[in-house]
């Protein structure tokens, strides 16, 4: 074996969490090298140039789960990155009116102008969410224990146990109920209003290709409630420059502590010997490693970079039946001018903050059972859910003077189309009825825009290594959830051959520009190393 360098450890991929696990092994003295496929870091999180002068993030577009323990070991601030809040966190128009989100109590004045009864039960339902959600910040920046494993596991189970016992009663229940009903069955509980339960169900079908009524589908309500942003708690911001500014922030954070990064260098195959990771083979050559994490989708470890002959069948099985798939149609547009929407504020400083907002066309949670029952039928929605951003009223570096960029983040559209159709014949039509759909809000918007980037479920995959085109590296269910992420055995971010980690969003606590997966594994790898595991 030529073995052209060595390092303690090398990690697959520069996304944002393969930055982080790197940053943190190499705060700890590890001699740590990060192999990139594509030209830049990133991953998912990165800004492009998508027509000339106009640039916007390409997948990920919005900051809130973005852990401020990163954020602050990293000092992701003094290497660039300054995140803003949106003025308005959302806004939900529909035929007759529209329903607003937002701090200072702005969301509570707004369901009340619906809906007086809703109002009172929007404290309940608040309160409820807040409680399961505060329970489960506990688990996000530690390891799950795993199945099968050993002294450790055990200890790691036991305070997980006792974190839950501490849990009231009420709160008990509103766990389970949070982690096994449909969000429409929880929004249809607390709330009567359409619009109001729209605004929330939302974040329900967010990634997730279900109907708002599929049992399990309320997690997701819980997940895009996680974050804060500019220290604000569940608050929604913008990375001045896009999400790459974070990545680029990220990149610096690495190399000021030793992180060696390589990109256009993509990965072919991981060296096993006798059970063992010894390192990676790339096309320059062999490098050695103690460790090798990867931040890669879990399919593309297990069934592209190992030979299957490493894995036990039983494993190789249940990759093969892991879930991606999270029917994501992505799209930036660049606009001659701001949009107007007919259904909107027109009097104070809402008239003119309500487009700094996550703007929801998705009115009704039958509306969005209905777009996921088309979409299952015929490959793509009727009627999809969209929601657009408009970052360039919070952000001038994204568009000339006078000029705006906006994101459009479509769901319900099949990565496998039926009757043998193709995203690369249907991408423009998809793309041309969003935009007309959207045009049905904003009368006129289709004539602003001067310039438009796609990405497909198979665009998502194959520009960014998310198969399926799932952008949470894997649907969120409580099947593919805390120890059972990827593989029930394989869950604390320690791949079933030894010296082999993950540290991506295939990991527990699951997708989002979080940073949680890459931190938790490097705390795994250190913390193995000193118990001498492996």
């Given at each position: ?6 390092y ?8 944002h ?49 973005l ?45 009340a ?27 996000l ?48 509980y607390?709330?009567?209003?359409e ?13 997730n290709f ?105 494993f ?49 949670l ?52 039926p ?6 014949s249907?991408?423009e ?30 665009d ?24 059972a ?5 394989a ?29 938790n ?14």
């Amino acid at each position: 074996m030529n073995t052209k360098q060595n390092y303690d450890a090398v990690i697959i991929g520069a996304g944002h969490n393969g930055l982080v696990c790197a940053y943190y092994l190499a705060r700890k003295g590890y001699k740590t090298i990060v192999l990139e496929r594509c030209n830049v870091v990133g991953g998912a999180a990165i800004t492009e140039e998508f027509h000339p002068g106009f640039r916007n993030s390409v997948a990920s577009y919005t900051v809130s789960l973005l852990q401020p323990k990163v954020i602050a070991d990293m000092q992701l601030e003094r290497h660039g990155l300054e995140v803003v809040l949106r003025k308005i966190d959302n806004f939900l128009p529909s035929d007759t009116g529209y329903l607003l989100a937002g701090g200072n109590g702005l969301t509570l004045r707004e369901i009340a102008r619906h809906s007086e009864r809703d109002a009172k039960r929007y404290v309940e339902y608040q309160a409820a969410l807040d409680s399961v959600v505060d329970c489960l910040r506990e688990f996000l920046l530690v390891a799950p224990p795993n199945a099968g494993g050993g002294l450790q596991d055990v200890l790691t189970l036991l305070k997980s146990a006792k974190i839950a016992h501490r849990l009231s009663l009420t709160t008990q229940r509103d766990l389970l109920a949070f982690f096994t009903k449909s969000a429409g069955e929880i929004l249809d509980y607390y709330f009567e209003n359409e619009r109001v339960k729209a605004l929330f169900g939302f974040d329900g079908v967010v990634g997730n290709f279900a109907s708002p009524y599929e049992p399990g589908s309320a997690y997701v309500l819980l997940h895009h409630v996680f974050g804060e942003a500019a220290g604000v708690r569940e608050a929604w911001g913008h990375a001045i420059g896009g999400m790459g500014s974070i990545t680029q922030a990220m990149r610096k954070a690495c190399e000021e502590a030793g992180v060696v990064i390589r990109t256009e260098c993509p990965v072919d195959s991981i060296q096993i010997e006798d059970g063992v990771a010894r390192g990676v083979n790339t096309a320059d050559g062999f490098i050695g490693a103690k460790i090798v994490a990867s931040s890669v989708h879990p399919k593309i470890l297990f069934e592209r970079l190992i030979d299957k002959q490493h894995l036990d069948q039983d494993f190789v099985s249940r990759i093969d039946q892991y879930q991606s798939h999270s029917a994501t149609f992505r799209m930036n547009v660049a606009l001659k001018e701001l949009p107007q929407f007919t259904q909107a504020p027109t009097q104070g400083q809402e008239a003119v903050d309500y487009l700094t907002s996550g703007i929801i066309m998705a009115p009704s949670l039958a509306y969005m059972h209905d777009a996921w029952l088309t979409a299952n039928e015929s490959g793509w929605s009727q009627k999809p859910i969209v929601e657009m951003l408009i970052p360039s009223t919070l952000d001038s570096t994204l568009a000339p003077t006078g000029q705006h960029v906006a994101s459009l983040f479509c769901q319900q559209f099949k990565f496998d189309l039926p009757e043998g159709r193709s995203w690369e014949s249907e991408r423009e039509s998809a793309a041309d009825h969003i935009i007309d759909m959207v045009d049905g809000y904003a009368p006129g918007f289709k004539s602003l825009i001067v310039g438009r980037q796609l990405l497909s479920p198979l665009d998502l995959e194959q520009k960014l290594g998310l198969i399926g085109g799932d952008i949470f590296h894997g649907r969120m269910s409580l099947d593919q959830l805390f120890s059972a992420r990827p593989v029930l055995g394989a869950g604390a971010y320690r791949a079933p051959l030894k010296n082999l980690y993950m540290c991506g969003s295939g990991t527990h606590p699951g997708g989002g520009v979080t940073g949680a997966p890459g931190h938790n594994a490097a705390n795994q790898i250190i913390r193995d190393r000193r118990w001498r595991f492996f």
